[in-house]
């Protein structure tokens, strides 16, 4: 099939595309990457009369380091500009052409404030997936980031799909969903009447909604950083092929206390999983379980077990006994890979050229 007729515009400033909005709200498409939306409209599943192509708008296709973080401010001179993503292979251009992080707020285990948190990575609206496969920071987060770009579709799509559009698009299965959600990300909403931001738990709704409005773009999402020596990633995904969408994921984000007395006890965890319900979810009893020790291998296995007990098992996905498995299974082994993660890059993740491995195992 074939879309329906619309009308094509490709705004060169930020102002035009937000007054385009405002004007035809649900009347029309943003066109960033196009991985999602073009398939979207070759099936009639979308049918704008308006499609804004946001390609031309400058400023977007950065990674920037910032001092800001999702959580607050962090101490002075911590910033830094990474620059332009790299660029997606150039293709014919059209003729005219709420509280994130790791802290206690929302039962997700943890005391007081969101401590380990050193600046955080903005990431523009235009950035595609492939940006994120180098790397794009040294510490916890950079890793984490490494190691899922590859395993979002294949590489034209990472070429060029956008992490903003995944957001946008809110795929249950999206990896992008997933890992803001346990980051503690924020995305930044802009539209004519003015600007606001929103983390990206309250930016997923249900299956494909969000509760960004017609007239708003998303124009970035921001991440926290994290002190490396205080903080490790896990993230693990189970799809029937390489490039295919996951059928169950989990991620986790665990703060250990780092120097001194009790250095080895977790002091703040986020657990989020996807594959079982209309969006992906943190889970705060499991995180609970695991503050105030250390990370053992029994801790791991009772907080397994309480992610288990905790999620709602999914209709028309096989028995429920076996969706609590597979959760139990998924937050093991992230927990593990997290602990490995702490204070350096997990070498068992990664292959012999030191990038993120590509096994269905996550």
């Known amino acids: 099939m074939k879309p329906q007729s619309f009308e094509y515009v490709a705004p060169t400033t930020l ?14 498409s943003v066109l960033a990457g196009g991985q999602s939306l073009l398939p979207l409209l070759n099936l009639r599943l979308a049918r704008p009369e308006l499609l804004i192509d946001i390609n031309r708008l400058p400023g977007l296709d950065r990674l920037e380091l910032t001092a800001a973080s999702p959580v607050g401010p962090a101490p002075a001179g911590d910033a ?5 993503a790299p660029a997606a292979p150039p293709e014919p251009a059209p003729a005219g052409a709420g509280g994130s992080g790791l802290e206690a707020a929302g039962g997700v285990g943890g005391a007081g404030s969101a401590g380990g948190v050193v600046g955080g990575l903005r990431v523009g609206a235009l950035v595609r997936h492939r940006a994120l496969e180098g790397a794009p920071e040294p510490g916890p987060l950079g ?13 034209p799509i990472r070429n060029r799909g956008t992490v903003c559009g ?6 249950p299965a999206a990896e992008w969903c997933l890992v803001g959600l346990a980051a503690g990300a924020e995305v930044g909403l802009a539209s004519a009447a003015g600007s606001r931001r929103l983390t990206v738990d309250a930016l997923l709704d249900s299956p494909f909604a969000t509760d960004r409005r017609p007239d708003e773009l998303i124009t970035e999402v921001t991440f926290p950083r994290w002190a490396p020596a205080e903080v490790g990633c896990g993230f693990v995904e189970r799809a029937r092929t390489a490039g295919s969408f996951a059928q ?10 780092g120097p001194g007395a009790g250095a080895d006890d977790v002091v703040a965890v986020r657990i989020a999983v996807a594959g079982f ?16 020790r250390p990370l053992t291998g029994g801790q791991s296995a009772a907080a397994a077990a309480a992610a288990a007990a905790e999620i709602t098992p999914r209709d028309g996905a096989g028995p429920a006994g076996h969706q609590r498995a597979v959760v139990a299974a998924l937050v ?12 350096g890059p997990d070498r068992t993740d990664l292959n012999g050229a030191g990038r993120p491995r590509l096994d269905l195992a996550g």
Do not use: Y
């Not at 102002?15 to 029309?28: F, K, Q, S, T, V």
């Open 15 to 28: 102002d035009e595309a937000l007054d385009l909005l405002a004007e035809h709200a649900d009347a029309a």
């Open 143 to 155: 890793r984490l980031l490494a190691r899922v770009a590859p395993r979002v579709g294949h590489p």
């Open 277 to 292: 319900g209309g969006r992906p979810v943190l889970l705060p009893g499991a995180a609970a379980a695991l503050v105030g």
């Open 248 to 257: 169950a994921a989990a991620c986790v984000v665990v703060r250990w206390a």
């Open 80 to 84: 830094g500009q990474v620059g332009p």
């Open 166 to 171: 995944s957001l946008a698009h809110a795929d």
């Open 332 to 343: 093991a082994d992230a927990l593990d890979r997290s602990a490995r993660d702490r204070g």
